[in-house]
C-alpha cells in the first residue's frame, strides 16, 4: 500500500525515493523537502556507488535550466560510479561522455574526445569493466575500452553492429555482451575485444530492438526491449 500512496501523492514532483529493496518500504526521500536538495523539473538519472567502495555514495543528474553544475549541454542518458572508487563515476548521452573525479567536495569533469570524423551523435550505452575502464557503445555501431585515468582509447571495433550499439551487460566472467538496432547479440572478451561468439539474431521482431540486458549468476539474461516486452533466457537458448 505505500508504494500506491507514494506513486499517488508525489507523482508531480520531481524526486527521489530510495526503497528497501525487500519490504518496499521508504527509507529516504530526496527533492519533496529542503530546497537545497530540489529538482527543477525531472530527474533523468541516478546511480549508487559500488559495494566494493562501500555502497553509501548517490549520484542525481536532473533536468534543470540552471544547474549549479553543469554536466552536459544536451541530455544524459545514465551515470554509473567506478567499481572500486567512490570518488569517479561516469556519465553520458547526447554528444558526450564524461568522467568525473570527487576532490574535496567539488566534480572535477574530464571529457572523453572522440576524434576523427566519425564522431558519434549519441552514446548509447556504457559500462566499467572489472579492471576499472570504460567501454562505451555509441550511435556508429562502434565499441571502445578507454583508460579511466588517461581518458585514452585502448582498444576499438568499428561498425560492431549496423546501427547504434543499444546495450551492453558484463558477464562477471572477463566476458561482456553487445545488442545492437541490428537486433544481434555478441559476446566478447573484455580485455581485448575479441569477439567470441555472435551473432546471434534475437528472435523475435515484433518486440523490437534490445535497448537493455540484465545477467544473474546462474548465467540468465533478462532483456528489456524498445517495444516493453521483458525476455529471459541465455545465449544458448
Not at 49 to 67: F, K, P, T, W
Amino acid at each position: 500500500m505505500e508504494l500506491n500512496n507514494v506513486l499517488e501523492t508525489d507523482r508531480y514532483k520531481a524526486h527521489v525515493h530510495i526503497w528497501d529493496s525487500i519490504t518496499l518500504q521508504t527509507l529516504r526521500t530526496i527533492g519533496t523537502g529542503d530546497a537545497s536538495a530540489s529538482f527543477d523539473r525531472g530527474v533523468q538519472c541516478c546511480t549508487f556507488s559500488r559495494a566494493a567502495a562501500n555502497g553509501m555514495q548517490l549520484a542525481v543528474i536532473d533536468d534543470s535550466y540552471e544547474h549549479t553544475l553543469s554536466s552536459a549541454n544536451d541530455q544524459v542518458f545514465a551515470c554509473e560510479f567506478h567499481p572500486y572508487s567512490k570518488n569517479i563515476l561516469m556519465s553520458y548521452g547526447k554528444g558526450h561522455c564524461n568522467v568525473w573525479s570527487i576532490d574535496g567536495g567539488a566534480l572535477i569533469k574530464k571529457p572523453i574526445i572522440f576524434e576523427g570524423r566519425n564522431k558519434p551523435k549519441l552514446v548509447l550505452c556504457s559500462h566499467f569493466t572489472e579492471r576499472g575502464h570504460i567501454i562505451t557503445g555509441d550511435s556508429n555501431g562502434t565499441l571502445t575500452i578507454w583508460d579511466t585515468y588517461q581518458i585514452k582509447p585502448i582498444r576499438q571495433v568499428p561498425k560492431a553492429h549496423n546501427g547504434g550499439v543499444w546495450a551492453l551487460c558484463l558477464l562477471g566472467n572477463g566476458h561482456f555482451i553487445s545488442a545492437g538496432k541490428d537486433r544481434m547479440l555478441f559476446e566478447w572478451e573484455t580485455d581485448g575485444l575479441t569477439k567470441i561468439r555472435g551473432p546471434i539474431t534475437f528472435p523475435d521482431e515484433g518486440s523490437g530492438c534490445i535497448r537493455t540486458i540484465a545477467s544473474t549468476s546462474s548465467s540468465k539474461l533478462f532483456i528489456g526491449t524498445t517495444r516493453n516486452t521483458i525476455w529471459s533466457g541465455t545465449l544458448d537458448n
